[in-house]
T-cell receptor, first 108, second 118 residues
């Protein structure tokens, strides 16, 4: 059973475009984290969201936790090639469960 | 101090051989996790250590896989009689666990060991 479904699975866009990726579950989570993994490296934490409806911004990245704490989104404004990587969400309730991942490629 | 380190960075082995993968977590981190990542895929949980104990081994794919942790620090993942389907990147992560706030704790990952079984 996959607790965390991410969409889209793959995304290839041009530099400067905006995009949104999603992390969805049928379960309620106490918190949710987003990680980014660049080629050849391990994932690195971007943000932790805790409160339903919470919005956090990290430069051009905007993270939102759903009101019911079952879903989250990551929006990137004016994507850059440095944003390329695998984006993973992680459940705060099930401490070692990660989402299926969204692989983003930003073309210069 | 230093981050999570893993060795070797790359391992090529022949089908049927045993391999050992090592993980050195961040000093003081009591929780340690092993994951497997196949090409282009997400993270597949293998095993979790709290100190030297493994409360959850549910992710180990078969009895050919085992792991241990000694001194609350270094961990070794052993794969016996390797098969071609074992080829993947094996990632180790550690976190500082305090109380029941597991979900708030950041997992710090090593760079992984790329295992290729010929």
């Amino acid at each position: 059973t996959q607790l965390l479904e991410q969409s889209p699975q793959f995304l290839s866009i041009q530099e400067g475009e905006n995009l949104t990726v999603y992390c969805n579950s049928s379960s309620v989570f106490s918190s949710l984290q987003w990680y980014r993994q660049e080629p050849g490296e391990g994932p690195v934490l971007l943000v932790t969201v805790v409160t339903g409806g919470e919005v956090k911004k990290l430069k051009r990245l905007t993270f939102q936790f759903g009101d019911a704490r079952k879903d989250s989104s990551l929006h990137i404004t004016a994507a850059q090639p440095g944003d390329t990587g695998l984006y993973l969400c992680r459940s705060g309730t099930y401490k070692y469960i990660f989402g299926t991942g969204t692989r983003l490629k930003v073309l210069a | 101090g230093a981050g999570v380190s893993q060795s070797p960075s790359n391992k090529v082995t022949e089908k049927g051989k045993d391999v050992e993968l090592r993980c050195d977590p961040i000093s003081g981190h009591t929780a340690l996790y092993w994951y497997r990542q196949s090409l282009g895929q997400g993270l597949e949980f293998l095993i979790y250590f709290q100190g030297n104990s493994a409360p959850d081994k549910s992710g180990l794919p078969s009895d050919r896989f085992s792991a241990e942790r000694t001194g609350g620090s270094v961990s070794t993942l052993t794969i016996q009689r390797t098969q071609q389907e074992d080829s993947a990147v094996y990632l180790c992560a550690s976190s500082l666990v305090s109380g029941s706030s597991y979900g708030y704790n950041e997992q710090f990952f090593g760079p992984g060991t790329r295992l290729t079984v010929l």
